[in-house]
C-alpha cells in the first residue's frame, strides 16, 4: 500500500487495512511508535527523491556545474603559476645575495643544491 503512494506516511488506517495485520495490532501502536513509522515513511520518500536527482545529474551533468568547475580549474592553475612565480623568485634572490656575500655563500648554496 505505502508502495503505490510513497509521498504520503504510512499511517494507523493503513495498518488496521493492510493483509494480515489485525485491528488489535494497528491499534495497539503507541502514538510514538505511529511517529516513528510516519518518519520512515517521509525519510524514504525524500531518499527516493534524491535518488532520482542523483542520477539525472550524473547522467545529465548540468551546464552551470561544468562552467563552474572550469572557472575554479582556472583560477586554479594561475595561482600554481603564481606561486612557482614567487618561489623562483625568492631561490633567484636568495642566490643574488650569497653571491654578493662572498665565497662562504657559494661554498653553502652548492651543498644545499
Known sequence: MA???P???FS?????HSGGAGADDA???SPLEQEVLDEYARLLGN???MSTLLQELSANPSAEILDALRGLE???SLVFTLLKASV???VLNTQIREEDGGGEGRESLGSGL
Open 3 to 5: 508502495s503505490d503512494t
Open 7 to 9: 509521498d504520503q506516511p
Open 12 to 16: 494507523l488506517s493503513q495498518a488496521s
Open 27 to 29: 491499534e495497539s501502536l
Open 47 to 49: 531518499l527516493n527523491n
Open 74 to 76: 582556472r583560477k586554479t
Open 88 to 90: 623562483y623568485s625568492i
